[in-house]
Structures are given as structure tokens and as C-alpha cells.
């Protein structure tokens, strides 16, 4: 699988750490993850979703665990993502460098209104 | 043909992406499929898997291959360094699904499978049978047994069953059961019914409910038989009619289309609205159209009634269009009498009936038959229903009848319904007066 430049982390690998931050999930429930907390403006395809998890992966920001629970037999086969402390590190340093980045921007008075 | 799309669309990912992750996308593609129903939502599935491909293939830069030198051996490697141009990806890629959409548009009849119709009312057979979207398709057929059913009932369910993981059981479960021999002797309706049962047996162990529909496999038959209901003018109303005592008497055998035989259902009833009792005889009855059989039981309520359908994305509305105007026949008891041919609509109607306690049901036992998959041809003698979405919700303990059937509430030879049927039907009568 190519290598995937992970700094600064792209958005959708960005994403996708901090829809692990809570559980542990699998590929489509990080989607849906996604998917809520962009407002529904972030729906991950197929290719995009799991190459960034493949970087991810391969950097040590994620591992791959075994099934959380044997209830849901129906997900026997998936494959379930979980945060790791490098991986948590990582999402923290970005949101950071975001926050640099908003600093600026509401210090030169770009922005309008009650932003984030 | 939603499927075909989304399959297609994977399949021109790298190879490398597919090897890893093919498993995976298909899924997730299923699991967003099984949540977003509705033509506005697919469409815009279909834009994201499209949009997600065109990056993909434009982002995508493969590995180095590890060469590795066997001596005496002759070796073709790449001497450019550099990986294909983007735009050149996209023109290749345009390219081929033009020339494969071509391709396909010119050689279907000869080359592709019929694509697979929906079983069940709404699509779903004549009364002994399937039947196909397309009423004039004619298949020929001869009789003979196939030892390799098995795999391609094993390859559909691996392919086709909406929950990953449960079809490749379901699929392992039978190709083991073949290695075993079990199939070894078994021809035809035979073997239809022997795979069915096992993949009943399959299920249950793994925890899939009684009576919901997983996959059914069927022995066409060995005869040129015209698919699709028959040009009937009685609307297989075979007998509507009124019993000493004013017991209404229908025999139904068949629901066909509302389109032709709304009219002759309406003046049927009509002919009944007076009776004290009511007999309905779906005995010869495998099934048809599902809105002519919520036709009927709407007028047997005085308020829309739930009846549950097992189809996903069903045409058949979920509520009888109860009250209907001048129906009498709303407090009347009624008796459905049932067979084991009763299958398919005719069970949606006596299920649906059973569970509003609405019917009494004299007879046997039905057939089991809820056609509610997609269905595929498997060679010129065999085809079969499988689900390939998840099934719709169903409020009731009994989640289906397929393979275990509906249970009358006073069990007896086929032959004697009617005559018990009738004995009741007075007694009730007289009570309801």
C-alpha cells in the first residue's frame, strides 16, 4: 500500500482519530462517525476511508483490535479500529496547530460572528 | 441493477487497494446501501463511491516492485521511473467503461444473466411458481441434475447475502455438507429442498429467527412454461358464492394484478358484504400480487390495519384502505382455509391476518414461501432467492413464515377444511347475530 504523508495530518486521517477518540469502531461506523461530526458534510468513500486508515495503521496511530464483543455475530469479520497513545498525541498536536491557525485568522479579523 | 452499479464501480479500484480492502469496501458499501433506501439517497451513494474512485485512481501511486533476480530466469522490468501521468489514468479509465458499457450493451442477451427480479407478490409467480418482471420471457428447460448446484448456491450466497459474514458460513456450511456426500444422490426438487433445509439448519444455529427469509432455492422444472400469470378473465376467482345459512364463500387462486382484476375483486366482495360469515379459500392459492391481497383484507377491518410485508422497498402499502365504504363485513368471522401449496402473497395475506387475530385459519399448514429475495438464475434448471438487503422490521415474535410456514388454528386435511370451515362458519354466524 503507498505510503501516505500523515504530516500535517490530512483531514480525513484527521477525522478518523477523532471518531476513535471514544470507541473502538469499524469501517463504517467511523464513516457514520464522520459523517456526524462534520455536519454531514464529510462522507468518506471506500478508497479514501481506508487508505487513510492503511497510513494510519502503518504510523502507529491506530491498531487494528479483535471484535469488542461477541453479541453481533453478524459482525464476526470486520475489522475494528482503535486509537493508540501515539495516535491520540497526534490528533492533539494537529487540532493544536488548527488552533494556531484560527488564532490568526480571528486576530486579523477574518472572521464574522461567533466561530468555533 | 443498483448492485451491478456498486460492484462495478469497486471493481475498477487498484488491484492492491482490493486486495486489502475489497472485503471491507464491499461492506461498507452494503452497510450504507442497507441504511440509505430511497432513489435520492442511492443516487447520492453512487456520486460518492464515483467521486471516491476518480480520487482514489488519481492519488493512488503503487508501491515499488521488489524485484528479485532468479538467475537463468528472463526478467521484463519497467524502465521508466515514472509512474502514469493522472490525466492518463482518467482518459484509460473513461476509455474502458465506455468500451465495457459497449460491449456489454451489444452482447447482453447472449453473454450476461438475466439481471435478478425481485420475488415475492409484487414480481413473484404465478400461482405454482416464479415468475419474472418480463411476462412474455420464455424459459426452456430440461430435466436433469446438476452436481455443481451446490457451488453456485455457495458462490450467490457469498456474493449476494447482505450480511457478509453469515453468507460465507451459510456458503462453508454447504460446501462441507457436499463434501460429506450429502447431496451425493439428489436430483432436482429433491436437491432444491435438501439445500433449503440445510440452509435453515445453518441459520438457526446461528442465531438468524424462525421464518425469516435467508434463501430459497428452487428446481425450475423440466418443461417450456411461459412465465407470468395467465391471461385469466375470472381473475382466478375460481368460486364466489353464498351458502345456505347467507355464508359468503370465496376460492381464490391467485392474486393477480390490481391493474386488471380490481374491478372483479370489488364486485366479488360486493357480492359477499351481506353474508353473516365469510369463507376464504386459498388453498390452490401460491401467491400473486400482494396489493390485491391488502385489497381484500382491507375490507375486513374498520380501521387501517398493519400487514406486514417481508419485501424490502416493497411497492404494497403497509396499511389496508379500511374502512371501505359500505363494507359490511368488518365483524363478520371469517375463515381462510390453507394448504401446503399456500405459499407466497396468499401467505403474506394469511400471516398478516393471523397475527390481528383477525382470521380464523382451517386447513394445513402453508408452504413456507415468503419470495422476498432477489432472484438469480443459477443454470437452465435451477435458480434462487437470497436477501440481499437487510429485512425490514418486523414487530411481531413470529418474524416470517419462509421454511416453517403458518400454523392453521384448527389443523386438518386440506380435504376437510371446507366442510369444517363451513360447520364453524354457521355456529359463529349464529353467535355474531
Redesign the interface.
Given at each position: 500500500?503507498?505510503?501516505q504523508k500523515l504530516s500535517p495530518l490530512p483531514a480525513a486521517a484527521f477525522q478518523i482519530l477523532m471518531s476513535l477518540v471514544d470507541d473502538d469502531l469499524h469501517?463504517?461506523e467511523i464513516?457514520r462517525r464522520v459523517e456526524e461530526q462534520t455536519g454531514g458534510r464529510t462522507?468518506?468513500?471506500?478508497?479514501?476511508?481506508?487508505?487513510s486508515i492503511?497510513a494510519l495503521l502503518e504510523a502507529g496511530f491506530i491498531a487494528e483490535v479483535s471484535r469488542p464483543s461477541a453479541e453481533d455475530?453478524?459482525?464476526?469479520?470486520?475489522?475494528y479500529y482503535r486509537l493508540t497513545g501515539a495516535g491520540r498525541k497526534a490528533g492533539r498536536e494537529e487540532a493544536e496547530r488548527l488552533a494556531d491557525l484560527l488564532r490568526v485568522a480571528r486576530a486579523k479579523k477574518i472572521l464574522r460572528g461567533e466561530y468555533v | 441493477m443498483f448492485d451491478r452499479v456498486v460492484a462495478f464501480l469497486l471493481r475498477l479500484y487498484p488491484e492492491e487497494f482490493r486486495r486489502v480492502y475489497g472485503r471491507d469496501a464491499l461492506q461498507l458499501m452494503w452497510d450504507r446501501a442497507g441504511h440509505e433506501r430511497g432513489a435520492r439517497l442511492r443516487v447520492r451513494l453512487l456520486m460518492d463511491l464515483t467521486r471516491d474512485l476518480v480520487v482514489t485512481l488519481l492519488t493512488w501511486s503503487p508501491p515499488a516492485p521488489e524485484l528479485v533476480r532468479i538467475d537463468g530466469t528472463p526478467r521484463f522490468d519497467i524502465l521508466t521511473p515514472h509512474r502514469p501521468r493522472p490525466e492518463a489514468i482518467a482518459a484509460g479509465t473513461l476509455a474502458s467503461t465506455l468500451m465495457l458499457a459497449s460491449f456489454a450493451l451489444l452482447f447482453q442477451p447472449r453473454v450476461f444473466p438475466p439481471a435478478p427480479a425481485q420475488l415475492g407478490e409484487g414480481s413473484g409467480g404465478p400461482p405454482s411458481g416464479f415468475e419474472a418482471s418480463d411476462s412474455n420471457q420464455q424459459v426452456v428447460v430440461s430435466a436433469s441434475g446438476d452436481p455443481s448446484i451446490v457451488d453456485m448456491v455457495a458462490a450467490t450466497l457469498k456474493e449476494r447475502y447482505y450480511d457478509f459474514a453469515i453468507g460465507q458460513q451459510l456458503a462453508d456450511a454447504l460446501l462441507a455438507f457436499q463434501k460429506d456426500g450429502h447431496y451425493k444422490l439428489l436430483r432436482d426438487a429433491e436437491l432444491a429442498d435438501r439445500i433449503n433445509d440445510d440452509v435453515y439448519q445453518t441459520s438457526r444455529a446461528i442465531g438468524i429467527p424462525p421464518g425469516q427469509f435467508v434463501v430459497d432455492v428452487v428446481f425450475i422444472g423440466d418443461r417450456t412454461a411461459p412465465i407470468g400469470p395467465p391471461g385469466d378473465p375470472s381473475c382466478m376467482l375460481r368460486t364466489i358464492e353464498t351458502l345456505p345459512r347467507n355464508i359468503g364463500h370465496l376460492a381464490l387462486d391467485g392474486f393477480m394484478p390490481p391493474s386488471r382484476c380490481q374491478d372483479t375483486v370489488r364486485r366479488a366482495m360486493q357480492a359477499v358484504n351481506n353474508t353473516n360469515a365469510l369463507i376464504i379459500d386459498l388453498r390452490a392459492n401460491g401467491g400473486g400480487m400482494g396489493e390485491t391481497a391488502l385489497q381484500i383484507a382491507g375490507y375486513l377491518f374498520d380501521r387501517p390495519a398493519y400487514l406486514f410485508d417481508p419485501r424490502p422497498n416493497t411497492p404494497v402499502p403497509s396499511h389496508t384502505a379500511s374502512p371501505v365504504q359500505g363494507s359490511r363485513l368488518a365483524d363478520k368471522p371469517v375463515y381462510v382455509l390453507t394448504s401446503a401449496r399456500t405459499a407466497s402473497a396468499a401467505e403474506y395475506f394469511v400471516y398478516g391476518l393471523k397475527m390481528l387475530k383477525r382470521v380464523t385459519i382451517v386447513g394445513e399448514r402453508t408452504a413456507g414461501k415468503m419470495h422476498s429475495g432477489a432472484f438469480h438464475r443459477l443454470d437452465d434448471h435451477f435458480g434462487m432467492g437470497v436477501q440481499e438487503v437487510p429485512p425490514p422490521d418486523n414487530p411481531y415474535p413470529v418474524k416470517g413464515w419462509e421454511h416453517i410456514g403458518i400454523d392453521p388454528d384448527v389443523a386438518i386435511p386440506a380435504g376437510d377444511a371446507f366442510e369444517i370451515a363451513r360447520a364453524l362458519a354457521e355456529s359463529g354466524a349464529r353467535r355474531s347475530r
Open positions: 500500500m503507498p505510503k469501517g463504517y464513516m462522507r468518506l468513500g471506500p478508497g479514501t476511508l481506508y487508505s492503511q455475530s453478524a459482525d464476526e469479520r470486520r475489522r | -
